[in-house]
């Protein structure tokens, strides 16, 4: 007669067998963990075909003031250049800054936290010391999956839309890193150490300058600013709860 505690106890070992190898099948063929996603709304900008290195140039500079405690992070101060009718209008026509290089040695994003500007590229390197597979993909609106990727492999993304990005490695699920996209070149990163920003060199004309917070305690701030040829425009950027 079959006893039922031999019963229960073989099941108990299948499922845990079970349960291994879906484990190593997660780990071989990297089964996306799935964080909480950060929705945000990406923006497509039109350059035109007016180029930034033939424009007449001026600057802008400001302090930013803090209604309560500010949190140990940086703020990102950006401007969007605007048309005639006041609104995103072409950003231009510019070199974008060299490729951001990201190590994923350790099983970590480094740097897990940057700024680039649109048409910005980006590589991120499997310089892991052990044969460990990587794999990289984004959240949010702005979307890609760059695939599975050895040790000594890296691969390639050129973000040429603007807005905030999720970073995330399918087979490790504590590997995440945050970037923020800027419409163009004309940003400043504000370190929680410092209260005070300069965008130079950058076209003249109107623009919308905006913050972005990488955890958003404050209202994000926005105002109008010309700039004119060789001058510099001053803004106190006001951030309250």
């Known amino acids: 007669m079959n006893h039922p505690i031999k019963k229960l106890s073989l099941l108990v070992l299948v499922l845990g067998a079970t349960a291994g190898l879906t484990a190593v099948v997660k780990a ?21 075909d007016w180029k930034w290195a033939d424009a007449s140039k001026g600057n802008v500079k400001g302090t930013l003031s803090f209604s309560a405690r500010r949190p140990a992070q940086p703020v990102v101060v950006y401007l969007v250049r605007l048309g005639a009718d006041d609104k995103p209008g072409e950003q231009g026509v510019y070199a974008p ?32 010391e052990k044969e460990i597979s990587h794999n990289v993909y984004f959240l949010g609106d702005i979307e890609a999956d760059l695939g599975i990727f050895d040790q ?14 999720s970073v995330h490695c399918s087979i490790h699920k504590r590997m995440d890193a945050r970037f923020f996209v800027a419409p163009n070149p004309a940003f400043a990163v504000v ?7 300069e965008i130079s060199d950058v076209p003249a004309g109107k623009y919308r300058l905006h913050t972005w917070q990488k955890q958003k305690r404050f209202q994000d701030f926005e105002t109008t600013v010309e700039i004119t040829n060789g001058n510099t425009a001053t803004v106190a950027v006001e951030m309250k709860r």
């Open 28 to 48: 071989q063929f990297g089964v996306r963990h799935l964080p909480d996603p950060r929705y945000v709304n990406s923006v497509e900008y039109n350059d035109g």
């Open 97 to 128: 800054p060299g490729m951001l290089k990201v190590s994923q040695k350790g099983g970590a994003f480094e740097p897990s936290f940057g700024v680039l500007a649109r048409k910005q590229k980006v590589e991120f390197l499997n310089d892991e």
């Open 152 to 165: 000594g492999q890296s691969r390639e993304h050129e973000f040429t839309e603007a807005g905030e990005v």
């Open 191 to 197: 370190e929680a150490d410092s209260a005070s920003f």
